[in-house]
């Protein structure tokens, strides 16, 4: 809880300022503590009623009525920690003490449900043509073609939005204002969503030269036609972690021969296999971005993601993968489109 100190009341509070700030910071909880914070117990307001019903008035001390034994939670334990601790009391907040049972902090339960704010830019590749789709896109750009119940885009967007991202670029081109109409500055859905807005086919990478303001934190760069299950925010972690220049999500991808493979030498036959399947290093479509790549994209040319790791490995500058091993799926044709329409209730309603 950010305003914790809200709930800090003294011993010589009256039950009636006890319930003013119960009712003040709504967390239905007051804690009682010395002058130095020291925790001496806790009230609820379904302990202010208790004692209300037997016999208490409003102008008597909190300490009558408090307990003074309450359960509470070390600053030197870690969230999953807290969080299993409030389960088995079945409460929904703890106090947090330090060494000296000072309090430190309030947790809530509602706390562990919000995913924590990320101030990284997500960046949407959405500028594409779709011609895969055939007549699927000829009157729709294929982020905005429904999925389930809902357009791919808008999918994509959740996905990120439940991980605690707010803040959106998307690149445009191809039928960009039904995108825009649909989404407008994202304040609707509680988040900050710009436009950039391609006048020429720019290709994978070439619109983030469109961005004007330099970020200073790591951007992450997506496909807008990739349905997806990956933690982004463990990505973005690591990548930071590894002091990494880029990231590229990578994922395995199978082919199998549908013959049998003859391995030979000098016209005799050495050995056969029947129907090998070969496995490679695929690139996912999901990338972050360090802040100083982006100087490295020509500005106002078609420029693709390929190239641009070419250019990093040229300079010699890190470059990692991050492996995707849960749901993906790549939506560059009618199967794909078929598959994510019976895939979305299952993975993603």
Same mark, same amino acid.
């Given at each position: 809880?950010?305003?914790?100190?809200?709930?800090?009341?003294?011993?010589?509070?009256?039950?009636?300022?006890?319930?003013?700030?119960?009712?003040?910071? @709504?967390?239905? /909880?007051? %804690?009682?503590?010395?002058?130095?914070?020291?925790?001496? @117990?806790?009230?609820?307001?379904?302990?202010? !009623? !208790?004692?209300?019903?037997?016999?208490? *008035?409003?102008?008597?001390?909190?300490? @009558?009525?408090?307990?003074?034994?309450?359960?509470?939670? !070390?600053?030197?334990?870690?969230?999953?920690?807290?969080?299993?601790? /409030?389960? *088995?009391?079945?409460?929904?907040?703890?106090?947090?003490?330090?060494?000296?049972?000072?309090?430190?902090?309030?947790?809530?339960?509602?706390?562990?449900?919000?995913?924590?704010?990320?101030?990284?830019?997500?960046?949407?590749?959405?500028?594409?043509?779709?011609? !895969? #789709?055939?007549?699927? &896109?000829?009157? *729709?750009?294929?982020?905005?073609?429904?999925?389930?119940?809902?357009? %791919?885009?808008?999918?994509?967007?959740?996905?990120?939005?439940?991980?605690? =991202?707010?803040?959106?670029?998307?690149?445009?081109?191809?039928?960009?204002?039904?995108?825009?109409?649909? =989404?407008?500055?994202?304040?609707?859905?509680?988040?900050?969503?710009?436009?950039?807005?391609?006048? /020429?086919?720019?290709?994978?990478?070439?619109?983030?030269?469109?961005?004007?303001?330099?970020?200073?934190?790591?951007?992450?760069? &997506?496909?807008?036609?990739?349905? *997806?299950?990956?933690?982004?925010?463990?990505?973005?972690?690591?990548?930071?972690?590894?002091?990494?220049?880029? &990231?590229?999500?990578?994922?395995?991808?199978?082919?199998?021969?549908?013959?049998?493979?003859?391995?030979?030498?000098?016209?005799?036959?050495?050995?056969?296999?029947?129907?090998?399947?070969?496995?490679?290093?695929?690139?996912?479509?999901?990338?972050? %971005?360090?802040?100083?790549?982006?100087?490295?994209?020509?500005?106002?040319?078609?420029?693709?993601?390929?190239?641009? %790791?070419?250019?990093?490995?040229?300079?010699?500058?890190?470059?990692? &993968?991050?492996?995707?091993? @849960?749901?993906?799926?790549?939506?560059?044709? #009618?199967?794909?489109?078929?598959?994510?329409?019976?895939?979305?209730?299952?993975? =993603?309603?």
């Amino acid at each position: 809880m950010k305003r914790w100190q809200n709930t800090l009341i003294n011993p010589s509070s009256t039950l009636r300022q006890a319930l003013e700030c119960i009712d003040i910071c @709504g967390c239905q /909880m007051a %804690l009682v503590v010395n002058e130095n914070n020291k925790l001496l @117990g806790i009230l609820t307001d379904g302990d202010v !009623r !208790r004692a209300l019903l037997k016999g208490m *008035t409003l102008s008597d001390s909190v300490t @009558g009525a408090m307990r003074s034994n309450p359960k509470f939670a !070390r600053d030197t334990d870690d969230q999953a920690t807290i969080l299993a601790m /409030m389960r *088995t009391l079945g409460v929904h907040h703890i106090p947090v003490l330090d060494s000296n049972g000072v309090v430190v902090g309030l947790e809530m339960v509602e706390d562990f449900l919000l995913p924590k704010q990320r101030e990284e830019w997500v960046v949407v590749m959405a500028g594409g043509l779709g011609t !895969r #789709l055939k007549d699927l &896109t000829r009157d *729709t750009p294929k982020p905005m073609l429904k999925v389930g119940s809902r357009p %791919l885009l808008e999918t994509i967007v959740h996905n990120f939005a439940d991980q605690g =991202f707010r803040k959106f670029y998307f690149a445009v081109n191809y039928k960009a204002e039904q995108i825009e109409n649909y =989404f407008g500055d994202g304040k609707t859905l509680g988040l900050e969503i710009r436009y950039l807005k391609e006048t /020429m086919r720019m290709g994978t990478a070439g619109a983030l030269s469109l961005i004007s303001d330099m970020p200073t934190k790591p951007i992450i760069v &997506t496909n807008a036609d990739l349905l *997806t299950k990956q933690d982004f925010r463990s990505m973005l972690d690591q990548h930071t972690e590894s002091l990494a220049s880029a &990231t590229f999500s990578v994922r395995d991808y199978e082919i199998q021969v549908p013959f049998g493979v003859i391995s030979e030498s000098n016209g005799r036959i050495q050995g056969i296999q029947e129907k090998p399947v070969h496995t490679f290093c695929v690139s996912a479509g999901i990338n972050i %971005l360090s802040p100083e790549v982006l100087d490295l994209i020509p500005k106002g040319e078609f420029f693709d993601m390929p190239s641009l %790791l070419e250019t990093l490995l040229k300079r010699n500058m890190d470059v990692r &993968t991050h492996k995707i091993d @849960g749901y993906w799926l790549d939506i560059g044709r #009618l199967n794909d489109y078929e598959k994510a329409n019976l895939d979305f209730y299952k993975e =993603f309603h």
